[in-house]
């Protein structure tokens, strides 16, 4: 793990003591998942999701168990919809007759961050809506609010208590609030950074500092669709664009960067496209 680059001497140093010269250097550190700052945040059962082992934890935990989702945006979706259906009703009660009572009852608490109104908006309005899929499958929504405490009993999370009073049974709480640029083994140095941390870059994936490129999740980039204002959008598509163009002006291609960012995700056998 890279732990300090000392852009004067071209040397990154490592976790393990060791260091390399570079000539050209590529930061592609990507980012992780924001934290709860609630009371109660750093009970056992408080997941986030990141790698493939958090995820085959979480499938564990949920089983059977009472879960509430914080975060309102196509991560926790995709969640709520991979989730077993063999979880229990947040109540421990049945559902609606029909296969929702079979279904888990999810919980999503929190404000809608989706990437844009727009898309949000025809998402939530439309008949075949996210919102009623997810519904249609057992889960609750608890919109315009948000988590200010988690309770728990002998160290792991048992409650979640909303802004409005309301009260949620929670075996596992899987947060899902945005996500933070792995660059605070940067910190210190002239390379220049938003207040989020994202490392700011140009549309030749350049930062301010010369021969020192950045590309992906990590970065802030001058986005052609918002007229040229600095972004970030955590898209593997778009994290690949990046590495392209990257890699095409490290090899002196003058190339800028042009690409559409595109995502796309699959819900209860439903794929959805999202372009722009
Ligand atoms: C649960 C989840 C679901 C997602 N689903 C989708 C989806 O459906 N569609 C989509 O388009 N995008 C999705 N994304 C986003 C997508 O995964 C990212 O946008 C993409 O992986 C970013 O690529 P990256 O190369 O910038 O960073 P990453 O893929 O995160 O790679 C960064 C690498 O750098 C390593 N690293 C970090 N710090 C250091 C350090 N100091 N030294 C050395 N190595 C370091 C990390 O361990 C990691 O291996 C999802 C993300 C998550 C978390």
Redesign the pocket.
Known sequence: ???SVDFQKQRVH??DGSCQKYHQLLI??????GFLKVPGADLQNVCT???PE??SKILELATGRNVVLVGAS??EK??ASRLPASARNINGTSLQPGAAAELPAWVLAGYSCFYSSTAWNFLVNTQTSLFQMLQNKGVKFHMKTEVCELKGKDGKVTEAVLANGEKLPADVVVV?IG?IP?S??LKGTSIARDDKGAILVDLHMQTNIPNVFA?????SFPVALLNGDQSS????????A??HFAALNMLKKDRDLHTVP????TMYGKSIRYAG
């Open positions: 793990q890279a732990v490592f976790m592609a550190t990507g980012s992780h998942s999701l990141q790698t958090d995820s196509f991560i995709s969640q899902g996500s792995n605070a083994f590309a992906g999740d990590v970065v959008i955590h898209h593997q598509q778009v994290a690949e990046h590495g595109f995502f796309w995700t």
